[in-house]
């Protein structure tokens, strides 16, 4: 059983709270917990909860990239926390728990504040993508989604355009995945296009889904609540002293 998850945006101690939701729930060990991006990788909250709270992840964690990670960093925060967490690289294919997924972070551009360099998705990502033979691939995992499923913009994001990025179609006409999972637009969505489903996920604080053995997909809406992030701590904390 894995626990898929939307973005976590740094609040890791989310994780631990959906597994053991996870794992109440189902009665069983979950086998690992996949983030579909905007972990939230940046150097200060890592070091708050891994190196100074001395947290951990109760079960294996893969992520992929969104578009909220500190890519000036990336590879350096990748390699240092790499016994908490395991990156898994735009167009590889990676066995988890006896299935096939294959991993595309990033995310179209939007503008300079969400879009970090280092953050789109670029042609070279879907040309290595595209490398892979159909049946290698079971299911594909994304940060945003393909263009033209009908993920409908955020209320006052419609400047942003049409929800995906341009060349997903050409991805699902490829590997005509069984399920198709991805975050980003902090929404619960689901739709099926020929023998593919699409699965949206909200921020992780607002639930999961649990994928089975046999392929199965379940939602489970569970809400924990947020902690303070650190820059929140932090602005307090400077105008405290
Ligand atoms: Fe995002």
Same mark, same amino acid.
């Given at each position: 059983? %894995?626990?898929?998850?939307?973005?976590?945006?740094?609040?890791?101690?989310?994780?631990?709270?959906? +597994?053991?939701?996870?794992?109440?729930?189902?009665?069983?060990?979950?086998?690992?917990? %996949?983030?579909?991006?905007?972990?939230?990788?940046?150097?200060?909250? =890592?070091?708050?909860?891994?190196? !100074?709270?001395?947290?951990?992840?109760?079960? #294996?964690?893969?992520?992929?990239?969104?578009? /909220? &990670?500190?890519?000036?960093?990336?590879? /350096?925060?990748? &390699?240092?926390?790499?016994?908490?967490?395991? /990156?898994?690289?735009?167009?590889?294919?990676? #066995? +988890?728990?006896?299935?096939?997924?294959?991993? =595309?972070?990033?995310?179209?551009?939007?503008?300079?504040?969400?879009?970090?360099?280092?953050? $789109? %998705?670029? $042609?070279?990502?879907?040309?290595?993508?595209?490398?892979? @033979?159909?049946?290698?691939?079971?299911?594909?995992?994304?940060?945003?989604?393909?263009?033209? +499923?009908?993920?409908?913009?955020?209320?006052?994001?419609?400047?942003?355009? +049409?929800?995906?990025? &341009?060349?997903?179609?050409?991805?699902?006409?490829?590997? @005509?995945?069984?399920?198709?999972?991805?975050?980003?637009?902090?929404?619960?969505?689901?739709?099926?296009?020929?023998?593919?489903?699409?699965?949206?996920?909200? $921020?992780?604080? @607002?639930?999961?889904?649990?994928?089975?053995?046999?392929?199965?997909?379940?939602?489970?809406? /569970?809400?924990?609540? !947020?902690? $303070?992030?650190?820059?929140?701590?932090? %602005? #307090?904390?400077?105008?405290?002293?």
């Amino acid at each position: 059983m %894995i626990l898929i998850s939307g973005d976590v945006h740094s609040q890791y101690q989310v994780i631990n709270e959906q +597994i053991h939701f996870a794992e109440e729930k189902t009665g069983r060990a979950l086998d690992a917990v %996949i983030v579909l991006g905007d972990f939230g990788l940046y150097e200060q909250p =890592l070091r708050q909860y891994f190196d !100074k709270e001395g947290g951990h992840f109760l079960r #294996k964690v893969y992520f992929i990239d969104g578009n /909220h &990670e500190e890519y000036a960093q990336f590879d /350096h925060l990748v &390699e240092k926390y790499r016994h908490q967490l395991i /990156h898994l690289p735009r167009g590889q294919i990676t #066995k +988890i728990a006896q299935r096939r997924f294959l991993s =595309l972070g990033g995310a179209r551009y939007m503008d300079a504040l969400n879009s970090p360099s280092g953050s $789109e %998705i670029k $042609e070279c990502d879907i040309a290595r993508c595209l490398a892979h @033979k159909a049946d290698e691939v079971d299911f594909i995992i994304t940060h945003d989604c393909p263009a033209g +499923i009908g993920v409908p913009n955020a209320p006052g994001f419609e400047f942003y355009g +049409i929800p995906g990025f &341009e060349r997903g179609p050409e991805l699902i006409e490829h590997f @005509k995945p069984k399920k198709w999972f991805f975050a980003h637009y902090h929404r619960w969505f689901s739709s099926k296009n020929g023998e593919s489903e699409f699965y949206g996920l909200p $921020e992780s604080w @607002k639930g999961f889904g649990l994928l089975d053995e046999n392929g199965n997909y379940e939602v489970v809406e /569970h809400p924990v609540a !947020k902690q $303070e992030d650190w820059l929140q701590k932090f %602005i #307090k904390k400077l105008f405290s002293l």
